[in-house]
C-alpha cells in the first residue's frame, strides 16, 4: 500500500467473510448481512441481521465454526465475475445462493449498471469488488472467536481468527521468512485495539482520504468508496453500542 492510501480490505480475510457467511446461513438463516470488517490479514467480523431474542448456544456456533471449515477442506474455487446489474437481479432473485441474494443491507447506488460478483458455488453469492482467493482451501481454518448480541438492533456479530492459511504461509515463503507464529492476543488488548480502529478523528480523516483518492472514478465511488464508508460507520455504531452508548439517552 502506497502512501496516503487507505488500506484495502484483505484477500484472505474477505475471502474468509464470504465462507463464515455461507456458514451463517445455512445453520441460522440469517442471509442479511450488516457489515464487515476484512482489512487484518488473521481476523475479521461479520455482522448479519438476527431477529431471536436469544443469542446462539454454544453448540450452534461449534456448528457454523464446523461448517465453515467444512467448506475450506472441499477447497470450493472462487468464481469472481461482472454482470449486468438488472440480469443479475432477475437471475440471483430467482436462484438465490443458500438463500442468499446478491446484497448485503446496503445495496449499491442506483446509478452502477454493472456488478462485480463472487460466487462460491452452492454457497454463498455477494456483489464485492475485492479481490480474493482462487480456492477456499487457501484458507487453513476459521475459528469463532466471540459474538456480539444486540437485540435492541436486531443484530448478531461474529468475530473470527483465520488459522494456519496457506496463502499467508505461501507469502512468507515468497519472501524467504518462516511460517508466521501463533499469537495470543490479550483480550483486553484486542479491545483496546477495537476501540481505537474507530476513533472518530481517525475515521474522518480515513473517509475524506477515500474520497480524494477515488473523485474522478465515478464507478470505484460507487462501487467500492461508498460501500467501505458504510461499513466504516456502522463499525463505529457498533462499537458504541457494545460500550454502552444509546442513542436514546
Same mark, same amino acid.
Given at each position: 500500500?502506497?502512501?496516503?492510501?487507505?488500506?484495502?480490505? *484483505?484477500?484472505?480475510?474477505?475471502?474468509?467473510?464470504?465462507?463464515?457467511?455461507?456458514?451463517?446461513?445455512?445453520?441460522?438463516?440469517?442471509?442479511?448481512?450488516?457489515?464487515?470488517?476484512?482489512?487484518?490479514?488473521?481476523?475479521?467480523?461479520?455482522?448479519?441481521?438476527?431477529?431471536?431474542?436469544?443469542?446462539?448456544?454454544?453448540?450452534?456456533?461449534?456448528?457454523?465454526?464446523?461448517?465453515? +471449515?467444512?467448506?475450506?477442506?472441499?477447497?470450493?474455487?472462487?468464481?469472481?465475475?461482472?454482470?449486468?446489474?438488472?440480469?443479475?437481479?432477475?437471475?440471483?432473485?430467482?436462484?438465490?445462493?443458500? +438463500?442468499?441474494?446478491?446484497?448485503?443491507?446496503?445495496?449499491?447506488?442506483?446509478?452502477?449498471?454493472?456488478?462485480?460478483?463472487?460466487?462460491?458455488?452452492?454457497?454463498?453469492?455477494?456483489?464485492?469488488?475485492?479481490?480474493?482467493?482462487?480456492?477456499?482451501?487457501?484458507?487453513?481454518?476459521?475459528?469463532?472467536?466471540?459474538?456480539?448480541?444486540?437485540?435492541?438492533?436486531?443484530?448478531?456479530?461474529?468475530?473470527?481468527?483465520?488459522?494456519?492459511?496457506?496463502?499467508?504461509?505461501?507469502?512468507?515463503?515468497?519472501?524467504?521468512?518462516?511460517?508466521?507464529?501463533?499469537?495470543?492476543?490479550?483480550?483486553?488488548?484486542?479491545?483496546?485495539?477495537?476501540?481505537?480502529?474507530? +476513533?472518530?478523528? *481517525?475515521?474522518?480523516?480515513?473517509?475524506?482520504?477515500?474520497?480524494?483518492?477515488?473523485?474522478? +472514478?465515478?464507478?470505484?465511488?460507487?462501487?467500492?468508496?461508498?460501500?467501505?464508508?458504510?461499513?466504516?460507520?456502522?463499525?463505529?455504531?457498533?462499537?458504541?453500542?457494545?460500550?454502552?452508548?444509546?442513542?436514546?439517552?
Amino acid at each position: 500500500m502506497s502512501e496516503g492510501k487507505v488500506k484495502s480490505r *484483505d484477500s484472505i480475510t474477505d475471502t474468509a467473510c464470504h465462507v463464515l457467511k455461507g456458514a451463517i446461513v445455512k445453520v441460522l438463516n440469517t442471509p442479511i448481512t450488516v457489515s464487515v470488517e476484512c482489512q487484518n490479514k488473521v481476523k475479521g467480523r461479520v455482522c448479519v441481521e438476527y431477529t431471536l431474542d436469544d443469542k446462539p448456544d454454544d453448540s450452534t456456533l461449534q456448528k457454523i465454526e464446523d461448517e465453515c +471449515n467444512r467448506i475450506i477442506k472441499e477447497n470450493l474455487p472462487l468464481n469472481a465475475f461482472s454482470m449486468d446489474r438488472k440480469e443479475a437481479e432477475a437471475k440471483y432473485t430467482k436462484e438465490k445462493v443458500n +438463500n442468499t441474494y446478491i446484497y448485503d443491507k446496503f445495496p449499491v447506488p442506483e446509478s452502477v449498471t454493472t456488478l462485480t460478483l463472487v460466487e462460491i458455488a452452492g454457497w454463498n453469492i455477494n456483489c464485492c469488488p475485492a479481490v480474493h482467493l482462487k480456492s477456499t482451501g487457501e484458507l487453513g481454518g476459521i475459528k469463532i472467536s466471540g459474538i456480539n448480541h444486540r437485540p435492541q438492533k436486531k443484530e448478531l456479530e461474529f468475530r473470527f481468527d483465520i488459522v494456519a492459511s496457506d496463502a499467508v504461509d505461501n507469502k512468507k515463503k515468497k519472501k524467504g521468512g518462516a511460517a508466521p507464529a501463533v499469537t495470543v492476543v490479550d483480550p483486553l488488548e484486542e479491545h483496546r485495539a477495537r476501540i481505537s480502529a474507530t +476513533n472518530v478523528k *481517525d475515521l474522518t480523516a480515513r473517509i475524506v482520504e477515500m474520497v480524494i483518492a477515488n473523485a474522478n +472514478n465515478q464507478k470505484t465511488l460507487e462501487q467500492t468508496t461508498i460501500p467501505e464508508i458504510q461499513n466504516l460507520l456502522t463499525n463505529l455504531k457498533n462499537v458504541s453500542y457494545s460500550n454502552g452508548y444509546n442513542a436514546n439517552k
